[in-house]
């Protein structure tokens, strides 16, 4: 491979994990305000939150979600 198909690559993989990092920290802060808005009683349930692609359209594998 040379130079700068590794170049590529690596940049590849850098907006890839900036995505999934973007991603996540969206997710995390939906979910925080539905919390939010379940504790003070203005919504009954939370909803469920999807996750978005990114508007480059990556194919990312979705994140587990943790037990909380």
Do not use: C, F, W
Not at 9 to 20: D, P, S, T, V, Y
Not at 30 to 51: E, H, K, N, W
């Amino acid at each position: 491979m040379n130079v700068d198909a590794e170049h590529t690559e690596r940049l590849h993989k850098q907006n890839i994990e900036r995505a999934r990092v973007r991603n996540n920290n969206l997710y995390e802060q939906q979910l925080a305000y539905s919390r939010q808005l379940t504790d003070q009683g203005l919504v009954r349930t939370i909803p469920v939150l999807q996750q978005t692609e990114s508007s480059l359209d990556l194919e990312l594998e979705p994140e587990p979600l943790l037990a909380h």
